[in-house]
């Protein structure tokens, strides 16, 4: 059975950092693309992040280019989420997703075969 945990989450002040991990299992082989959503209350579940099987593809959403970078470890099947300079309205809870197959629209939350349970991420002004 394939399980993605996330970890990492917690309540920090605004300019804090945080990283995030994501350790996936049941599954053998590398996973093609892997991303991170976020999902505030009252809100629909957005793209943060997404990374490709090498390493060298990676996406952003633009309200976090520039703060948030997305790495991987794939010995480990692991994905990272290094969140810098972090402000109120990233809080959210942090869901990781994976998918075995090439993904042409990583922004896409329907594109996902796998996702994890989300860890929450809270941000103080």
Known sequence: QVQLVESGGGLVQSG????LSCATSGRTGIWYTMGWFR????????????????GRGTYYA??????????????KNTVYLQMNSLKFEDTAVY???????????????????????????????
């Open 16 to 19: 804090d950092s945080l990283r």
């Open 39 to 54: 999902q505030a209350p009252g809100k629909e579940r957005e793209f943060v992040a997404a990374i490709r099987w090498n």
């Open 62 to 75: 633009d309200s976090v280019k520039g703060r948030f970078t997305i790495s991987r470890d794939n010995a």
């Open 95 to 125: 869901y990781c997703a994976a998918d075995a197959d090439y993904i042409g629209a990583v922004r896409s939350t329907t594109e996902y075969d796998y996702w994890g349970q989300g860890t929450q991420v809270s941000v103080s002004s």
